[in-house]
């Protein structure tokens, strides 16, 4: 997540969105941890089974979907920056 | 008293590649940031070990070098293919549209987060769990 943090001011310009999609349900838990762990982009708290609908298995996990709604791309577990880096510009081409 | 691991491991402290020990007469090759290996002059490994130990462990194991771990030159393949396996990025790719029953809450405004929301930008969501 840190990672992706510092991501977003390089890659919101270029219209991507980030969101953290939260698993705990209660919203001022997630208002704390979100304090705790440094997160500032916006955040989401699923409604019921999100892991299969988004192709994950684990959290935490990073999903890269399209402008069209599909889901090109899953990793899970903890990935540096180029990592994501890299997925990003992954995702942008196949935009084009 | 310095011992053959002691100076295998400072020598590969300093090259972090293939290099010979003259001294001991065997050579070490790092593989790929994920193992290693201790290869005798005739070529037959001697050790390998899957995974870097922190610097220094070899140091604490004194005297000549130990009976082999993993000793079998069969495995050779195997350490390689996990060498290079470890260097690829690892990911999944689904290219399956966000399904309709997906659903979920924006924190901030409470407004909905679902497929319909998520068509128009690509979007990166990370999944978490507050701890």
Redesign the interface.
Known sequence: ?PE?EALRST?EPR??????????PD?E??????K??G?T????????E??A????RQ?????????????????SGEHDRR??E???KQ??AE?R | MVSQWDEVTTRRRKAHAAFPDHHTGRLALVLALDGFAYLGANGVVQQALLGLPEWGTGATIAGPMRSPAVASPRLWPLLTVLSLSAACDVYDRPNERVPQHFQSTMVADGSRLDASVLVGAPTVLALWVPK
């Not at chain 1, 982009?41 to 019921?48: E, H, T």
């Not at chain 1, 609908?53 to 994950?56: A, C, D, N, S, T």
């Not at chain 1, 959290?59 to 990793?75: E, K, L």
């Open positions: 997540m992706l890659w219209g991507v969105r980030f969101i953290a999609l939260s698993l705990e919203p838990r997630v208002r704390r941890g979100a705790e762990f997160v982009m916006p955040i989401a708290i699923a409604d019921g999100v892991l609908p988004l192709k994950v959290v935490p996990s990073t999903v890269f979907i399209d402008a069209q709604g599909v889901i090109r791309m899953t990793a990592f994501f890299r997925r990003l995702l942008t935009e």
